[in-house]
């Protein structure tokens, strides 16, 4: 699930109503599918009882008064997120794509977000290469389909490495 | 059916002495290399340790400088600054006449052509580096036969390498890289020239044949299946490398 870290990551360069924050989400990630108010105020509803967000209550008394920050436990806790290579699976570009963006977003390195998915990539390349040797023909054909998709997405994260300069400028400007 | 490894012709071809290794227990490594061809860096402070018995895969895009540090590790490049050390021994201190020795005596070499010597017969290029360590012909052919039958290309034997296709060229390289039995084999693309079926099978053999031997392997690849063979990567990036924890 990325709403939550990416919410928490977003909220790293300031406080936001959460309209706001659902519109920052829209325009940067939700390309196909616009994050829905319930679940934008559920998603924060749970970041606050864990204590990664805070609200802060402007004076007046509009609606949507609240704005939410984050809090340290929730700068960590992205810090967490980012460091942590996603389950390798095909299509996982979309969760790929929001850490590069946010690490950017964050001043944190790109790099090393794609360079630990590349670790662990590999990791299970080495494992399937190795059934593939010791298997029949069948756990061969099983394995180079898994293969050849997991080299798909190492090649986009080498592309993506290639890019990162370019990308940061498009991300920040 | 996968034949063992040619028993190692001790009485003919002694194996090395065991060339130690540093206390971080490396036995190849590179120490803050740099080097420039005129105005591009190729090297810029890379830094590698090559474990004995490991296969290691160096990857990166093209340019990124893995065929320079591969040739600056087998001695076959003098870096600008910068240290290599096999063993204990520091290569880049050495006169030419003892690297080139160093090398013939220790380590072996597969390129993505497999370069070989077109004048002679695919047993005789395999027999060709224990010949130049004096193993007399008749032994040396008999070793090289026996390697040729070992990567499952014995037919080959006495054709001439225009004479068999990419993935039998590729599996003659890689007996001519082992069968002097050296500590460390450097392999640069083995596989870039050929089909993915092809390319598997040659790593398949080359891997299975080198662990057998206890070779290290330096695998230069930009390739995640080819590198996938490997235990582990280090990754080179504008002549520096990103290297990997040990799994
Ligand atoms: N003999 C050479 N003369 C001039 N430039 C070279 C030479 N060899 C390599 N280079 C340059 O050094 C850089 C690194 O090359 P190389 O080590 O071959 O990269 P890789 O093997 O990763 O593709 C590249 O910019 C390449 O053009
Ligand atoms: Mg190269």
Redesign the interface.
């Known amino acids: 699930m990325t709403v939550a870290p990416a919410l928490l990551g977003l909220l790293q360069s300031g406080p936001r109503h959460g309209y706001d924050l659902k519109r920052a989400f829209d325009e940067r990630f939700g390309q196909d599918k616009p994050l829905a108010y319930g679940q934008v105020y559920s998603t924060l509803a749970r970041l606050l009882k864990n204590g990664l967000v805070e609200v802060e209550h402007e004076p007046g008394d509009g609606p949507d008064r609240k704005r939410y920050a984050i809090t340290e436990a929730g700068v960590s806790d992205v810090a967490v997120w980012l460091a942590t290579p996603e389950k390798p699976e095909p299509y996982l570009q979309s969760a790929m794509y929001t850490k590069v963006v946010l690490a950017l977003l964050t001043g944190r390195d790109a790099a090393d977000v794609l360079d630990a998915q590349r670790t662990e990539h590999l990791r299970l390349m080495r494992e399937l290469t190795r059934r593939k040797s010791e298997g029949d023909l069948a756990d061969q054909l099983v394995c180079d389909h898994a293969l050849f998709h997991l080299e798909a997405d190492l090649r986009w994260l080498e592309l993506t490495a290639a890019r990162l300069d370019d990308l940061a400028t498009s991300v920040r400007g | 059916m996968t034949t063992s490894p040619p028993a190692a012709s001790a009485s003919t071809h002694p194996a090395p002495a065991d060339p130690g290794t540093t206390p971080g227990g490396a036995l190849l490594a590179a120490h803050d290399l740099h080097l420039a061809f005129g105005p591009t860096t190729a090297l810029a402070s890379a830094s590698l340790e090559v474990h004995p018995g490991e296969v290691l895969a160096l990857m990166g ?1 093209s340019g990124s400088g893995k065929s320079t540090l591969l040739h600056c590790l087998a001695g076959i490049l003098r870096p600008d600054s910068g240290r290599v050390t096999y063993g204990g021994r520091d290569l880049t201190a050495m006169s030419d006449v003892e690297r080139s020795a160093l090398r013939r005596s220790e380590f072996g070499f597969v390129f993505q052509f497999g370069q070989l010597v077109p004048e002679l017969t695919c047993a005789e290029n395999v027999a060709l580096p224990l010949r130049l360590a004096g193993v007399g012909r008749r032994d040396a052919l008999g070793t090289a036969r026996e390697w040729l039958t070992r990567l499952e290309v014995p037919d080959v034997a006495d054709k001439r390498p225009g004479q068999t296709s990419g993935g039998q060229g590729q599996r003659v390289a890689v007996a001519r890289a082992l069968v002097t039995r050296p500590r460390v084999v450097f392999a640069d693309e083995p596989t870039g020239a050929l089909d993915s079926l092809n390319g598997e099978r040659v790593m ?1 053999m080359f891997v ?1 044949a080198a662990r057998d031997t206890g070779a290290a392997v330096v695998l230069v690849t930009h ?3 080819v ?5 582990r ?1 280090a ?1 080179v ?1 504008d002549g520096r490398v ?1 290297e ?1 924890v040990r ?1």
């Open positions: 895009p398949q299975a390739e995640a299946r590198a996938a063979y490997s235990d990567e990754v990036r990103r990997q799994a």
